[in-house]
């Protein structure tokens, strides 16, 4: 799984242009369960889910985004996917909490996996 910290807009923009399965992680960096949510994300090996796009998305800088995709706690992630046929990002799952390593495995496993 690729992880990417995003530093602007036009950063998640072309993400969406290119990649098909991307996980958006709403955090805050004063949030203690996103922190914990983030070292779990981190000990899953980039081997892993290697399809999969996993974008850290600051609520404070990317409120707009958050509010798009209706973020009322954190952590909360996101799954979604682009249909090759329609170009259009649909969400598949919306996860709020924090995760064990398992359980992220597992929801990430069970969306993208079929």
């Given at each position: 799984m690729k992880i990417i910290s995003v530093k602007e807009e036009f950063e998640i923009i072309k993400l969406f242009k290119t990649e098909s399965n991307i996980v958006l992680d709403f955090?805050?960096?004063w949030c203690g369960p996103c922190k914990s949510l983030g070292a779990t994300i981190d000990s899953i090996g980039k081997d892993t889910f290697s399809d999969v796009t996993l974008i850290?998305?600051?609520?404070?800088?990317?409120a707009n985004l958050a509010r798009t995709y209706n973020?009322?706690?954190?952590p909360t992630l996101v799954l979604?996917?682009?249909?090759?046929?329609?170009?259009?990002?649909?969400?598949?799952k919306t996860k709020v909490g924090s995760l064990n390593k398992e359980?992220?495995?597992s929801l990430i496993g069970d969306t993208y996996e079929k």
């Open positions: 955090y805050a960096d850290k998305i600051d609520v404070e800088k990317f973020v009322k706690s954190l979604t996917h682009e249909s090759p046929d329609s170009g259009e990002r649909k969400v598949l359980g992220l495995e």
